[in-house]
């Protein structure tokens, strides 16, 4: 069964990381695992030791791990909580972001035992 991931690309609103942080962190993410399908979710911030000095838009980066075949019916429930007091965003939150839903299309790749 695929494992649909939802991703999560967002930025602190200017002069507000640590409330973005800690929203983002201690509530938002928390949250996640309460939502249908959702198995597990990750936050990501982009280091600030880079091999390329190109600029990324996007400074965090949520991943969340579902159980789920199909996206539609999980998806517009995620929806219909999302900024709500089932769901609160981070009030740091800057306006833009991009949440898209990807999926595998390889096995897991690991390193060999021994």
Not at 6 to 22: Q, S, W
Request: one cysteine or more; hydrophobic letters at 35%; aromatic letters at 6%.
């Amino acid at each position: 069964m695929p494992r649909y991931n939802p991703i999560a690309l967002t930025n602190a609103g200017p002069g507000h990381r640590a409330e973005f942080d800690h929203g983002d962190t201690r509530v938002h993410l928390a949250d996640a695992p309460r939502l249908a399908g959702v198995v597990a979710a990750h936050r990501f911030r982009m280091s600030d030791t880079q091999d390329r000095p190109d600029p990324f838009e996007y400074a965090c980066m949520a991943v969340h791990e579902t159980d789920i075949n199909g996206i539609g019916v999980p998806r517009g429930a995620w929806e219909a909580v999302s900024g709500t007091d089932r769901r609160p965003l981070s009030p740091g939150l800057a306006s833009q972001r991009i949440v898209r839903m990807i999926e595998p299309i390889t096995g897991r790749v690991e390193r060999p035992k021994g």
